[in-house]
């Protein structure tokens, strides 16, 4: 009886380690090879492997309704943070500047000049990455041939992005209403991040920087990481999870109108800024509601 209780335990004991050691396979913190080393364990498909969530692209001719909308988002709200944080880039994250910023300089993305009250994205009115980086007076640092002083070399440091100084965007979207699915909806079209310079007479001035097609973004927002709470390291999502999911704050400040003009050019207080965006926010509820009124 003795040597049957031993075998029963010793049969045990042999079933928990076989899934331990599968385990130890499956998670290693070693890279191998000249791999990089694993800083946290795998909660999802890996980085490169993600893709954008998907549109319902509707025909032109089913599109009944539309609205366009523009949008404050203040990254000094506490919702926002995954789209400000990290200051400096670690651990699969970055700055939602530093993704842009560094997109526009590889030249994966297309960049368009800011203009006031209107989008141009036209190839007459692209914005040049060096043009750019000359007009903001950020740091270059150039590297050189020792013997015949000939450039070899030019770097953007990190510290040099001024990701810190970006503080909130424009966001510009679309209201739409899709007969043939009977779906009511909102498409994301661009975005336009805006950098408060510290001007040593004027203090900070404002400065909207340039527009650039949310499409164009998305691919690789699919393969950036948010940490969106600090109670779980594991709950990421991805930057374009957040803007999809609507998991943001933001304020309306324009509507598409005849006069094209933003709330603030003829609102005169903050009681009558917030009355109109409450109107313009129940006009589209308003809208949606009575589709399925019977």
């Known amino acids: 009886m003795k040597t049957y209780y031993r075998s029963l335990i010793f049969g045990l004991l042999s079933l928990l380690a076989v899934p331990a050691m599968a385990q130890d396979e499956d998670y290693s913190f070693f890279g191998e090879d000249g791999e990089i080393a694993a800083s946290n364990l795998p909660t999802s498909i890996p980085l490169d492997e993600r893709k954008p969530i998907e549109y319902n692209n509707p025909r032109a001719d089913d599109i009944i309704w539309q609205k366009v909308i523009y949008r404050v988002i203040d990254l000094r709200e506490k919702i926002n943070y995954p789209l400000y944080f990290p200051e400096e880039a670690g651990d699969n994250r970055q700055s939602l500047f530093t993704t842009i910023f560094r997109l526009f300089e590889e030249g994966k993305i297309k960049c368009y000049n ?109 393969r950036q990481e948010a940490l969106i709470t600090d109670r779980n390291n594991g709950a990421r999502e991805t930057v374009d999870d957040l803007f999809i999911k609507r998991r943001f704050g933001s304020y309306i400040f324009k509507e598409s109108s005849t006069k094209n003009r933003n709330l603030l050019e003829y609102n005169n207080t903050a009681a009558e800024m917030h009355k109109e965006q409450e109107r313009i926010k129940t006009e589209i509820v308003n809208f949606e509601q009575d589709l399925w009124e019977y």
């Not at 079209?189 to 001007?199: L, R």
């Open 114 to 222: 800011y203009l006031d009250n209107k989008e141009i994205f036209t190839e007459d009115n692209r914005l040049d990455f060096n043009e750019f980086v000359e007009s903001c007076k950020i740091l270059v640092t150039v590297k050189t041939d020792s013997v015949t002083g000939d450039t070899i070399s030019t770097e953007i440091m990190e510290s040099d992005i001024p990701n810190r100084e970006v503080m909130k965007y424009y966001l510009k979207e679309v209201w739409y209403f899709d007969k043939h699915n009977s779906i009511f909806s909102v498409r994301l079209i661009a975005i336009c991040p805006i950098w408060y310079e510290n001007d040593y007479e004027l203090g900070l001035k404002k400065r909207p920087l340039f527009w650039t097609t949310f499409d164009g973004l998305r691919p690789y927002l699919a």
